[in-house]
């Protein structure tokens, strides 16, 4: 079990409403970037640059691309529990 928590050593997230705060925050930044899309003017090089949120879609691939490629590279790179006993 683990051990209760005195208010003297309580952290910020140790609560679920700043948690859900947080979350609420991080979705109003990513629909603000998402409308300020429709405003910013930008100097593009490419075609597929000017489609409406292709940033925002970019960046989230490149994310799941960087979790989906960290979790094979671990499996190559994981040693065992006991490796540096020996």
């Not at 970037?33 to 989230?60: A, I, K, N, Q």
């Amino acid at each position: 079990m683990s051990k209760p928590v005195d208010d003297k050593n309580k952290h910020m997230f140790d609560d679920p409403k700043n948690i859900k705060r947080v979350i609420h925050a991080l979705y109003a930044v990513c629909g603000v970037s998402l409308l300020l899309d429709l405003v910013v003017h930008r100097h593009v090089d490419h075609p597929w640059e000017r489609l409406f949120g292709f940033y925002c879609l970019y960046g989230f691939a490149a994310c799941v691309i960087l979790v989906l490629v960290a979790k094979e590279l671990r499996k190559v790179l994981m040693r065992p529990e006991d490796y540096y006993d020996k």
